[in-house]
């Protein structure tokens, strides 16, 4: 059983950058054919796409979120992280980690975290 866990703070102040880690356990990262997704939704909206990390470590971000997503892996701790600069109240959303099998496709999620941009 593939399991996903996002850790990060909770409360972002504006300008400052997020980072939020997703340990997988029951799977490796590296096994081929899987992406590693991170997924938010802002409170009274729906899922936002934010990007994922290939199994061989190819990295693709949202287009609107490009400018300021990066995302990264620690193969070692089976870990992969998001970091969002530059936050601003409207990033304030739960923050998701899934796994996905194919095109828009998501077989194993974390909980959620959520993150609130605030002063």
């Known amino acids: 059983q593939v399991q996903l866990r996002e850790s990060g703070p909770g409360l972002v102040k504006p300008s400052q950058t997020l980072s939020l880690t997703c340990t997988v356990s029951?799977?490796?990262?590296?096994?081929?054919?899987?992406?590693w997704i991170w997924i938010r939704q802002p409170p009274g909206k729906g899922l936002e796409w934010i990007g994922y990390?290939?199994?061989?470590?190819?990295?693709l971000c949202s287009p609107s979120l490009k400018s300021r997503t990066s995302i990264s892996r620690d193969t070692s701790k089976n870990q992969f992280t998001l970091q969002l600069r530059s936050m601003t109240p409207e990033d304030t959303a739960v923050y998701y980690c899934?796994?996905?099998?194919?095109?828009?496709?998501?077989?194993?999620w974390g909980q959620g975290t959520q993150v609130t941009v605030s002063s």
């Open positions: 029951g799977g490796s990262i590296t096994t081929r054919d899987y992406d």
């Open positions: 990390i290939a199994y061989s470590g190819t990295t």
């Open positions: 899934a796994r996905g099998v194919a095109a828009w496709a998501y077989d194993y």
